[in-house]
Structure formats: C-alpha cells, structure tokens
C-alpha cells in the first residue's frame, strides 16, 4: 500500500516540516498509479498536500509530495526566481514549475540538482552542490550540507523525529490523514 511508502519517505512533508518530497513507486501490474495518485490527492488536497508523478521509467515513477503553501513561499524569494530562471524555469504559476521540473527530469533522465528547491533544501546548498558537483560538503543528511551545519543537522533530527512517529502512530492504527498536519 502507498500509505506505508509516504510514512517512510515523506513525513517530515506530511508533519509541515519540509517543503517537498520525492520517492520511487516501483510498477506493480495490480497498482493504477494515476488513480491512486488522484484519490490521494482528493484526500490530501484539503490538507494542503499534493501528489504528482514527476517522472516515470521502464522500472518506476517517480512520485512528488508537497505543501501548496510552503513551495510557494520558496518560490517567491527573489534568489530562488533567480537561480530557477538559470535553468528554464519562468512563468508565475506554480503549474509552470513543476512542468519543467518534469520536462529537466525527462530530458536528462536523471534527477536535476535544481529540485533541492522544490524539496526545501537551502539555496546556497543547493548552489553548492552543483558547483562542487557533490564533493566537499560538511555533512550529509536529507542533502548535502555546505553552510549552516547546526541548522541543517536539527533539521535531520526534526524529519527523522517526525518519521519515527508517524510509523509508530501508522503502525498503531491511525489513518494516514489523521497524522497530517493541517496548516
């Protein structure tokens, strides 16, 4: 069941901590994946959590979970529009965004290392990580960490939290939309 695989990968979404999420549904003949996506959403939507499949491969989609409010409030800030404008992305609808998200992802058949921002990583990490190419960070946790150590080490510790308690809650027979925080 999806249900297991959000708890495990997008908690710390779910909980309001994070921006966004991004996980692996591996194809399963059984699994309508476009139709479970579109009852989660009716079910989340009202939450303020939204699914889409981002991209999708001989082997696997590749599922987005976020909070409307939170990714608009990223992507308001002037340094993000900025930085997002280097790699293609304009427009002023959040639909524009994700459609290129989508389409970098389908050109390059890999994940582009812009979609920190869609997660809610920091900008200058997310800088970072492109202009070193992956070496010479500080600290791995959620993503590579360049800067700020202490506060991205407390946020490890919050998404883990929230992941721990969100399975231990799931596991005891609480239903997933019970355990979304509503913003």
Partial sequence: MI??????????????????SLFKIYKNNQLDLNKEIRNYNL?????????D???????????????LKMLLHDLKNKNVINFLK???????????YISHLKSRFEYFNKTPHEVGIFLGYPLNDV??????????????????????VEFCNNKFRTFKKYTQVFSYLYDNNYPLETLVYNR
């Fill in 127 to 148: 800088q970072s990580f492109i202009k070193h190419k992956g070496n010479n960070f500080k600290v791995c946790g959620c993503w590579k960490v360049y800067h700020d």
């Fill in 53 to 67: 499949i981002i991209y999708t491969c001989d082997k696997y989609s590749l599922i987005y979970l976020y909070r």
């Fill in 43 to 51: 079910l989340l939507n009202p939450l303020d959590v939204y699914l």
């Fill in 86 to 96: 280097a790699y293609g992305y304009e427009g002023i609808l959040l639909k524009d």
């Fill in 3 to 20: 249900d297991r695989i959000l708890i495990k990968y997008a908690s710390p979404t779910l909980a309001g901590v994070k921006t966004g």
